[in-house]
């Protein structure tokens, strides 16, 4: 028997087309559907939303009732011809991430059908090896997870006075870190939109990296500024080590002098600084940017763990660029003074001579733990340990 639909009294400028559509798509193309209404003009209404989907209909009386005969075309089967599939949504179904996304992709969510014809879409980073990371998707959800609002996770009204060297000692720590932390968000911000769509999981990764970068810089800024300072100085060395990290174009590459030995070195300073800033402010800061940056590293050695895995002939591009940045910063001076100078004094917490023997000695430790942190980094990574020493010892004086 022929299906049969009414539509009632609903015409097709208030949904009727749904009900005709969702009873077609129950037949297959060059079989009939028969459709009645009573609203008014409703058979012109259909007649015209059939000619324009390409579906041929024909009106009848059937015991003195009105009845439109569709016969379901094949022009929108017709759209699915030729028709690109990009993949499975779940990432971890068996040939869900391709080892090369389609340009012709373009913004499609991986797994949908994307239509042929669609226009193709540029993104230059559209192999699975350059950026792809297993870890990816539950990294994110940790990141989300542990977002942190910064009005109300620091205590922006705890009450200390501090010393003017002591204060001014942490306003040249956090302007130097702001100027870190901006080069942390640039990075992937500049390879974010050259990421190919079909590895969203690493777009959103990165994503939410810059969120966390810029958070950081809102709350260094904020603490520079709540006794009335404004920031302190910023050296051509540093500028200099931190464009390095700008110009570096390759994805891999930039991960793992950012993230791997940069941030991973900055995990420590946080640590340090939570240990040793002389109000609760700053100390709450340092812990949660620590928790942050610590993220950021995991993602950068999970993503450099898998390339290597894949090709281990990459650690020799790594060293290279680890060498190279030494050479390119062979004349800058490194760390600047008033930094090395104000984590002393931080760490020693007095002006005395045993007080500040105690705060160099902890500073040289810092640099220790760095160097060590680094070199178990690299380790990890398959770097043989003379090798890692190596690599950990040539990484930039500026720490980031």
């Given at each position: 028997?022929?299906?049969t639909?009414?539509i009632?009294?609903?015409?097709f400028?208030a949904g009727a087309?749904?009900?005709?559509?969702?009873?077609?798509?129950q037949?297959a193309?060059?079989?009939?559907?028969?459709v009645t209404g009573s609203?008014?003009?409703w058979?012109?209404?259909?007649?015209?939303?059939?000619?324009?989907?390409g579906h041929p209909?024909?009106?009848?009386?059937?015991?003195?009732r009105?009845?439109?005969?569709?016969?379901?075309?094949?022009?929108?089967?017709?759209?699915?011809?030729?028709a690109?599939?990009?993949?499975?949504?779940d990432?971890?179904?068996?040939?869900?991430?391709a080892?090369?996304a389609?340009a012709q992709?373009?913004?499609a969510a991986?797994g949908?059908?994307?239509?042929?014809?669609s226009p193709a879409m540029?993104?230059?980073?559209?192999q699975?090896?350059?950026v792809?990371a297993?870890?990816?998707?539950?990294?994110?959800?940790?990141a989300a997870?542990?977002?942190?609002?910064p009005e109300?996770?620091?205590?922006?009204n705890?009450?200390?006075?501090?010393p003017?060297?002591?204060?001014?000692?942490v306003?040249?720590?956090?302007?130097?870190?702001?100027?870190?932390?901006?080069?942390?968000?640039?990075?992937p911000?500049?390879?974010?939109?050259?990421?190919?769509?079909?590895f969203?999981?690493v777009?959103?990764?990165l994503?939410?990296?810059?969120?966390?970068?810029?958070?950081?810089?809102e709350?260094?800024?904020?603490?520079v500024?709540?006794?009335?300072?404004e920031p302190?100085?910023?050296?051509?060395?540093?500028?200099s080590?931190?464009k390095?990290l700008?110009d570096?174009?390759?994805f891999s590459?930039?991960?793992?002098l950012?993230s791997v030995?940069g941030?991973?070195?900055?995990?420590?300073?946080?640590h340090?600084?939570h240990a040793?800033?002389?109000?609760p402010?700053?100390?709450?800061i340092a812990r949660?940017?620590?928790?942050d940056?610590?993220?950021?590293?995991?993602?950068?050695?999970?993503?450099?763990?898998?390339?290597l895995?894949?090709?281990?002939?990459?650690?020799?591009?790594?060293?290279?660029?680890?060498?190279?940045r030494?050479?390119?910063l062979?004349?800058?001076?490194g760390?600047n003074?008033e930094?090395?100078?104000?984590?002393?004094?931080l760490?020693?917490?007095a002006?005395?001579p045993?007080?500040?023997a105690?705060?160099?000695?902890?500073?040289?430790?810092l640099?220790?733990?760095?160097a060590e942190?680094?070199?178990s980094?690299?380790e990890r990574?398959?770097?043989?340990?003379?090798e890692?020493?190596?690599?950990?010892?040539l990484?930039t004086?500026?720490?980031?």
């Open positions: 028997m022929q299906p639909i009414d009632e009294h609903l015409g400028d087309h749904l009900l005709v559509k969702h009873g077609l798509q037949l193309p060059g079989e009939a559907l028969a609203g008014a003009g058979d012109g209404q259909l007649t015209a939303w059939c000619r324009s989907q209909c024909a009106a009848l009386e059937v015991d003195g009105r009845l439109v005969r569709v016969t379901r075309g094949g022009a929108e089967a017709g759209r699915w011809r030729a690109l599939h990009s993949g499975h949504a990432p971890r179904v068996e040939g869900a991430i080892a090369q389609k992709w373009g913004l991986r949908a059908t994307v239509e042929a014809g540029q993104f230059r980073l559209d699975k090896e350059e792809w297993e870890r990816a998707a539950d990294l994110y959800a940790q997870a542990a977002q942190w609002d109300t996770a620091i205590d922006w705890a009450e200390f006075t501090l003017d060297m002591v204060e001014d000692a306003v040249q720590v956090l302007t130097y870190m702001i100027e870190n932390e901006v080069a942390a968000l640039v990075v911000a500049r390879f974010l939109g050259q990421v190919h769509p079909h969203r999981e777009q959103a990764v994503a939410i990296q810059v969120a966390d970068e810029a958070r950081h810089i709350v260094f800024t904020r603490r500024r709540l006794k009335g300072r302190g100085l910023s050296t051509a060395g540093g500028q080590s931190l390095t700008l570096e174009q390759d590459v930039a991960e793992f950012l030995l941030e991973g070195t900055f995990v420590s300073l946080l340090f600084l040793y800033a002389p109000d402010v700053t100390r709450q949660l940017a620590a928790r940056e610590a993220r950021h590293v995991a993602f950068g050695m999970t993503h450099l763990a898998a390339r895995e894949r090709e281990p002939a990459f650690r020799t591009r790594l060293a290279h660029a680890v060498q190279s030494n050479d390119a062979a004349a800058s001076s760390l003074e930094v090395f100078d104000a984590l002393i004094l760490a020693a917490g002006m005395t045993a007080a500040v105690a705060g160099y000695l902890r500073v040289q430790q640099m220790v733990d760095m942190g680094r070199q980094r690299l990574l398959g770097f043989s340990k003379a890692a020493q190596q690599l950990s010892a990484h004086r500026n720490f980031m």
